[in-house]
């Protein structure tokens, strides 16, 4: 069984910063892209940042120079560091990763979602 354990939501106000972290974990053979999707109130979900194994990201362009996505394949843990945070980034954030199991089950994996808000 593979799980996804985030953490690191909370209120913070506008301006202020956030760190999230996600990891894996289970019956794991590899983890190929990790990314961040958040979704807010009435919309959809959206892709925030994106990462391979390789290190090569890719941001909305709505979070470009505010956010950094990382990762450290040796724990299969990836972060989000969120900087001057506004109330749009406001959103309930969800931990995704594509995943290969010892039993050669390839799929997309989700964690539980954490809440950010972002409010004076």
């Known amino acids: 069984q593979v799980q996804l354990v985030e953490s690191g939501g909370g209120l913070v106000q506008p301006g202020g910063s956030l760190r999230l972290s996600c990891a894996a974990s289970?019956?794991?053979?590899?983890?190929?892209?990790m990314a961040w999707y958040r979704q807010a109130p009435g919309k959809q979900r959206e892709l925030v940042a994106r990462?391979?194994?390789?290190?090569?990201?890719n941001y909305a362009d709505s979070v470009k120079g505010r956010f950094t996505i990382s990762r450290d394949n040796a724990k299969n843990t990836v972060n989000l560091q969120m900087n001057s945070l506004k109330p749009e980034d406001t959103a309930v954030y969800y931990c995704?990763?594509?995943?290969?199991?010892?039993?050669?089950?390839?799929?997309?994996?989700w964690g539980q979602g954490t809440q950010v808000t972002v409010s004076s």
């Open positions: 289970g019956s794991i053979l590899s983890v190929n892209a």
């Open positions: 990462i391979t194994s390789g290190g090569r990201t």
């Open positions: 995704n990763a594509h995943l290969i199991t010892y039993t050669h089950y390839e799929f997309d994996a």
